[in-house]
């Protein structure tokens, strides 16, 4: 390091430890937390963090689609808990708008709140993109619930899920269809299933290993699959696939819900509300604004993905904090695990290249083996869930891959990837 920057660095983290920096962060959901953690790591001292969200808990939905076939659980995590635990000051309060001038935000209790740096992690928000469907949302399994006793009793003989063209995350459809699909076999029931995609090939974002070995799985299961279409709905489930003129006629239909952003007064956003923003999170035309997770305008909507996004603002405002740590840019890294009705698939693809070839397998390929990938939500998670009493995961062949590069021999991390193992590699059997 040069003499002139080894004396800005230590001025900075002087000024720092004299008076922290104010850190507001907007929200309460996977991006809020992963950078309220990461900042706790990389800063300590040096920032004074406050959470602004409206609701009691973090909510993590992830495992929502397995709810109604008695397979999985919504997480549910006191926000105080989480607050108290990584030294941050906790408002029960929403953001409504930002003066990014005065570096004030306005919060929907009246109150006011000065920051020097704001991190908008607030999400987006979901809505029906058919008139004539079902929508699927990860907070009403109702709606599922339903839908099986209905082809249970025989009133739903067939089914179409959709993807619909843009702004929404096609996992839970492909899940949704093997898992509704089993549960029609067990209970002795024909189901003619049909998903509707405008992707390639199933899940193509996560290479051509995963979306093969969907294909095979899907075909083993009896859906048919039509990819490269858009669906026209009709009421009574009369479907128009789009090139082609193709035409469905099915009982019931189920779509997922198209996103938009939470567009928030001061904030720049696109005609969807999303929010323009840079490689480290830095909001385009705002300074001293980021905005990471799903209200973030990067196109696709995922739990991991935000994760991967708090980490990177965390480390370029602890870094510009004067924190010992490089930035490093978002990479997406793809991470997705495949509920299928008997054994999952892990899925990984790294999108932006240099990370490997793309993978999957029946064999977890990141520690905790969970839904949402965060560097420090998952393990802390995980922790949290043996705490509580909940079984912990089965331990097969386990490398953290999810690590971003801390330097480690400098400080150590406030979450250990698992309790009791090594940081970068754990050399459990794998399974037979």
Known sequence: MAPGAAVATMNL??????????????????????????????????????LVAPREDFVLRAMSVAVPFSAGHVTHVSL????????AERRRTGVEAVDAAARRVHCSDGTELDYDV????TGAVGRPAYANALTFTDDDPVLIGGLLRDIEQGYCPSLALVVPPSGSWSLPVYELALLIARHAYEAGMELPMHVVTPEPAPLAIFGPPASAA???LLEQAGI??????????????RITLMPGERR?????????????????????????????????????????????????????????LAAQQADAAARHIAAGAGAPVEPVPFRPVMRGLLLTGSEPRFMRNPVAGGGGPAQVSD??????????????????????????????????????????????????????????????????PKRA
């Open 13 to 50: 983290m002087t000024a720092a430890r004299i008076a922290p920096l104010r850190i507001v962060i907007a929200g309460g959901g996977v991006a809020a937390l992963e950078t309220l953690m990461a900042l706790h790591d990389l800063g300590e001292a040096q920032f004074r963090l406050t």
């Open 80 to 87: 105080d808990e989480a607050c108290a635990e990584f030294g």
């Open 118 to 121: 704001l991190v908008l992690a």
């Open 214 to 216: 969907v294909t095979e």
């Open 224 to 237: 048919t699959v039509h990819t490269d279409s858009y669906a026209s709905i009709e009421p009574g489930g």
């Open 248 to 304: 469905l006629h099915v009982a019931r239909v189920v779509a997922l819900p198209t996103v938009d952003g939470r567009a928030m007064p001061g904030v720049p956003a696109d005609d969807h509300g999303f929010v323009p923003t840079d490689e480290h999170g830095r909001v385009i035309g705002c300074a001293g604004v980021y905005a990471v997770g799903d209200g973030a305008n990067f196109p696709v909507k995922q739990g991991g």
């Open 363 to 428: 064999e977890t390929l990141w520690w905790p083996p969970a839904k949402v990938v965060g560097h420090y939500l998952a393990p802390w998670l995980a922790r949290h869930a043996a705490l509580a009493g909940s079984p912990r995961p089965g331990r097969h062949s386990i490398e953290v891959e999810a690590e971003l590069p801390t330097e480690r021999h400098l400080r150590p991390l406030t979450i250990a990837p698992d309790e009791g193992r090594a940081a970068h590699a754990v050399g459990a």
